[in-house]
């Protein structure tokens, strides 16, 4: 989405991320959404964590998407940072498989909201979704994408009833 100014910021602690955070970026483009993804870590780039909530919501950013694993501070901080949504993605961890993303993200003290999705591919593929959801508030063209892909969902599963493999 290089021609139209990013609306949606997709972060994440790590490259290691990346499998499991590329499913928001590709509902996104699906959804026509205009994005931007890069690496932010809260404790390898503090600087830049910084920098870049602090500056989101003035480059026209509307929504966060943050994913990160194990003691997963990225979307706290960064909703600490900005008033923009904040959207966490507990990303799987090889020691407790996610639930430690998961509570990290989902147990924000009252205060400081942040939105926490699944764990993992479904929860990544959902931040997309609702960014979009989010976006399309004030945007009808990603509004009809959203309302196209859900009428299309639907129509999937009327189209195959039988649950048995082909
Ligand atoms: C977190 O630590 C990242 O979000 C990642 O999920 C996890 C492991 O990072 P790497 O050691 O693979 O870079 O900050």
Known sequence: MSN?????G????????????????????RLGVPYETRVVSAHRTPDLLFDYAKSAAERGLQVIVAGAGGAAH?????????????????????????LDSLLSIAQMPGGIAVGTLAIGKAGATNAGL??????GLHDSAVRDA?????AEQTQMVLDNPDPRPE
């Open 10 to 29: 997709v972060i994440m602690g790590s490259k290691s991320d990346w499998p499991v955070m590329e499913h928001a970026v590709a509902m996104l483009e």
């Open 4 to 8: 139209s100014a990013p609306k949606v």
């Open 74 to 98: 990225l979307p706290g901080m960064v909703a600490s940072q900005t008033a923009l949504p904040v959207l966490g993605v507990p990303v799987e961890s090889k020691a407790l498989k996610g």
């Open 130 to 135: 609702l960014a979009a959801q989010i976006v």
């Open 146 to 150: 959203v309302d196209a892909f859900r």
